[in-house]
């Protein structure tokens, strides 16, 4: 997923929770939330079979399903308005999608246990994945291109943070050497006179007397 392909909805999709009870449908059939408008940003975000008739009639909505007690939706209705290449796909119910959220995994001791066969794994979490793809859900895939957003937008800043860097030092140097030449020059004293030893003389040795 590149900066320009990521969607101003797409954040809101993955903090929304899915499958409770509509409000204003208490006593309908078809009343849980599992459904979700790329268009609408106000709340609330998932909204029910008859909300959608009422409120989102000519909106673009996407269908959230469940996998396991996770949240998965349909390739088919998301890889025309969302870049999902670098997410692992998998078939359920004969339908392939993608997971939303990255999902618990067991630990041990702190450690999380993966796949020691696997020879692809998410680059954020660690899960095993089936193919070679770089994120086992949408989370995952966005929290990795955030990272390589950061990394890129790193790299295009570092030539000229050190040449500003560089700028710097040399500006500090050259005030430091004119503060030294101001001070001296303001500062001028005539050196002490060199202090010369002198040597007393000694005097005429005379000699005891005889007796």
Same mark, same amino acid.
């Given at each position: 997923m590149k900066k320009k392909m990521v969607p101003p909805w797409l954040e809101l999709l993955l903090a929304t929770q899915f499958f409770t009870t509509c409000a204003n449908h208490l006593l309908a059939s078809r009343n849980e939330c599992n459904l979700f408008c790329i268009q609408c940003e106000a709340p609330p975000a998932a909204f029910c079979y008859y909300c959608r008739s009422s409120? @989102?009639?000519? @909106?673009?909505? %996407? &269908? %959230?399903?469940?996998?396991?007690? @996770?949240?998965?939706v349909r390739v088919s209705e998301i890889e025309d308005i969302l870049d999902i290449s670098d997410v692992q796909t998998y078939i359920i119910n004969s339908a392939r999608v993608v997971f939303l959220n990255e999902r618990p995994q067991q630990r041990? $001791?702190?450690?999380? =246990?993966?796949t020691s066969s696997s020879t692809h794994n998410c680059e954020i979490c660690g899960r095993a994945l089936l193919d070679a793809f770089r994120f086992c859900s949408l989370g995952c895939n966005l929290r990795g291109t955030q990272n390589d957003m950061n990394v890129a937008a790193m790299? !295009?800043?570092?030539? &000229? $943070?050190?040449? !500003?860097?560089?700028? @710097?030092?040399?500006?500090?140097?050259?005030?430091?050497?004119?503060? =030294?030449?101001? $001070?001296? !020059?303001?500062?001028e004293e005539e050196p002490p006179p060199k202090k010369i030893a002198r040597h007393r003389r000694k005097g005429t040795p005379q000699r005891a007397p005889f007796f």
């Open positions: 409120d @989102h009639s000519t @909106h673009r909505v %996407i &269908q %959230i399903r469940r996998s396991s007690y @996770h949240d998965v041990n $001791c702190g450690v999380t =246990k993966t790299v !295009e800043s570092g030539p &000229q $943070c050190c040449r !500003e860097a560089d700028v @710097h030092k040399s500006d500090a140097g050259s005030t430091t050497t004119s503060d =030294k030449d101001s $001070c001296n !020059e303001n500062n």
